[in-house]
């Protein structure tokens, strides 16, 4: 497991517990007391340190390489009942968008989301998560398919951003975001969509216009990534912790700010210190919210979606 | 160094084999696969039609699809009488009748498809199954009826309905009456659409001219078997239209996915299941096993 500099203090206790118990076991000595003292030490400092994280600190755990990424959830939610569904139908079966139908129980959902790799080769398998305009083709394809036949749909957005590359303007990425966004506000079905990472600008809405918005508790989601913010505004990409700040990205001020919907809760340490936990907690809250849209029609969901959406944004007079 | 030549030496003269102990081999009771593998016919078709050895998926027809897709091979085959007719006094190398005559002979079949309706992982469902030995699939007036009343069977009986297509494409001696089949067999699936019923399009070896360019890709699912050609203008005539040299794997089923045209490529073992798990999710069924 990989550690992020803030939770080095954690890495030393955990170095510390280990001696001790590998101490225990290897001599007589009667280390029972020393290693539960430092477990009761760790405990509170693991909830000292998630409890208190600062904006950029939680950036970092969104992109955090052990993190579960769309395909983790969605194989463990659904198990062997996930038969993934390719191409946009025009030019290109996207890697970085992934798709596919599914189940929950006894009920079918079309799951979306952008695909990140584990490694260097996945990696660029998946482009790093950034989606080209056949990307978001292909996830309104399945959309659509899904409204068709009255399956509701569920997003995982984890992108930081849509690719911007020369052949994905030639091919109208702007149009593809715009279409799906417009698309999405109108689709007949439930929409529930989940950030399990990073949630950058338009590449992330572009899947991401919901009935219920959630945000895991250690993701962000903004118009930019702090560092092009800071690039931007300050000239400089040193000033990306301030920009994180400013951005007011994480889950609790996109909840204040009234733009999601729920923030849901991670295992202590991040979705990637346990994941089966954190799989366990997102499946049962997309059951839980599909069980309260599934009672409106679809002129009711659709109504109270677009009141949603058309009721954002903050101004005077 | 020893006499290597010594090792074959007969040392007894004659075929020593009592002749019923010699094993006939009569043709077509071996099978050879495009890179040589060599396989026992009714390995074969125990194996899916598929060469165990490198995977090869060998060309089957209606009759071997049926068999695989419908339990116990048990259907009932729709519209069995329906034939062509030669409105247009077609004349090649060959009078189109005369043709006709030849493929039926030479098959067995009517024409170039074939529908069967039957229980699939014990559920109903509508097949429409294309033979490429009658005249290279090719689609003329008879091909769009049958296809068009097969989606009207499944509508009204509010089942599935899957598409085999392996086909040339039109058949140039029904002329225009083929070409406006793409348009028939189109109107009838937006029909199908409108009934809110599952349309499963697989395209095998090979979909191909104006078969790929109606119904083949017309799918709520397109899907494919490994290593299929699939194309509109075919390979042949791209090269010389362009003189291009072609990519790799031009048109392959692997291409057409990467390309954006194919939900998934499966291994016929698991045609079957794949397409019923689809049925199951997308009608938000429980999932047969």
Not at chain 2, 164 to 171: C, H, L, N
């Amino acid at each position: 497991m990989e550690y992020l500099d803030f939770e080095l203090p954690i890495k030393e206790l955990e170095d510390q517990l280990d001696k001790c118990m590998i101490i225990g076991e290897e001599s007589d000595v009667d280390v029972t007391e020393t290693c539960k003292q430092i477990e009761i030490k760790l405990a509170e400092m693991r909830k000292d340190i998630y409890k208190n994280l600062t904006a950029w600190q939680r950036v970092q755990l969104s992109r955090h390489p052990n993190r579960p990424y769309t395909l983790d959830y969605i194989k463990a939610i659904c198990g062997d009942t996930f038969l993934e569904l390719h191409g946009d139908r025009t030019v290109k079966d996207d890697k970085a968008m992934i798709g596919g139908l599914g189940k929950i129980g006894d009920q079918s959902y079309m799951f979306i989301g952008q695909q990140k790799g584990y490694n260097t080769k996945t990696r660029q398998f998946r482009n790093f998560g950034m989606a080209n305009p056949e990307g978001y083709r292909k996830a309104l394809r399945l959309m659509k398919s899904a409204e068709k036949f009255g399956i509701p749909v569920v997003c995982f957005i984890d992108t930081p951003g849509a690719y911007p590359g020369i052949e994905a303007e030639e091919r109208g990425q702007g149009e593809a975001i715009a279409r799906n966004i417009l698309e999405m506000t109108r689709l007949k079905v439930p929409i529930i969509v989940t950030i399990i990472g990073e949630g950058a600008s338009g590449g992330a809405l572009g899947i991401g216009v919901g009935d219920r918005v959630l945000m895991l508790e250690n993701t962000w989601y903004s118009v930019i990534s702090p560092e092009s913010c800071s690039s931007i505004l300050w000239r400089s990409w040193e000033y990306k912790e301030q920009a994180a700040d400013a951005l007011k990205l994480t889950a609790p001020d996109m909840k204040k700010l009234k733009l999601i919907d729920e923030i849901v809760r991670e295992p202590v340490g991040g979705a990637h210190r346990n994941r089966e936990k954190t799989f366990e907690i997102v499946k049962n809250k997309i059951t839980a919210h599909y069980e309260e849209l599934e009672k409106l029609s679809p002129k009711e969901l659709v109504d109270s979606r677009m009141d949603k959406y058309v009721n954002m944004g903050v101004f005077n007079g | 160094m020893e006499d290597m030549s010594l090792w074959f030496k007969r040392k007894e003269k004659g075929i020593q084999t009592a002749t019923e102990q010699k094993k006939d081999t009569p043709r077509g009771l071996w099978y050879k696969s495009p890179t040589g593998k060599i396989v026992e016919s009714e390995e074969l078709a125990k194996n899916f039609y598929v060469s165990p050895e490198d995977d090869y998926h060998v060309r089957i027809g209606s009759k071997e699809y049926f068999e695989i897709l419908f339990d116990d091979n048990k259907f009932t085959e729709l519209d069995v009488k329906l034939h062509s007719k030669d409105p247009l006094k077609f004349t090649d190398t060959k009078k189109y009748t005369d043709r006709l005559k030849a493929a039926q002979k030479k098959t067995g079949l009517k024409d170039a498809v074939r529908t069967g309706y039957g229980k699939s992982m014990g559920k109903y469902i509508v097949i429409s199954c294309m033979d490429f030995s009658f005249i290279g699939g090719s689609m003329g007036s008879v091909v769009g009826e049958k296809i068009v009343r097969g989606i009207d069977y499944a509508i009204k009986k509010k089942v599935p309905f899957v598409m085999i297509s392996k086909s040339g494409g039109a058949r140039m001696m029904e002329a225009a009456l083929s070409l406006m089949q793409l348009a028939k067999t189109s109107a009838k699936l937006a029909q199908l659409a409108e009934a809110e019923l599952p349309y499963i399009s697989l395209c095998t070896d090979p979909t191909t001219g104006g078969t790929t360019a109606s119904y083949a890709m017309l799918g709520d699912i397109n899907i494919s078997e490994p290593g299929a050609l699939i194309g509109f203008a075919g390979p042949r005539v791209v090269l010389e239209a362009t003189g291009k040299e072609l990519p790799e794997g031009f048109q392959t089923s692997e291409f057409v996915q990467e390309h954006g045209f194919l939900d998934f490529i499966t291994h016929r073992r698991d045609l079957k299941k794949k397409i019923n798990l689809y049925i199951d999710l997308i009608q938000n069924n429980p999932i047969r096993k």
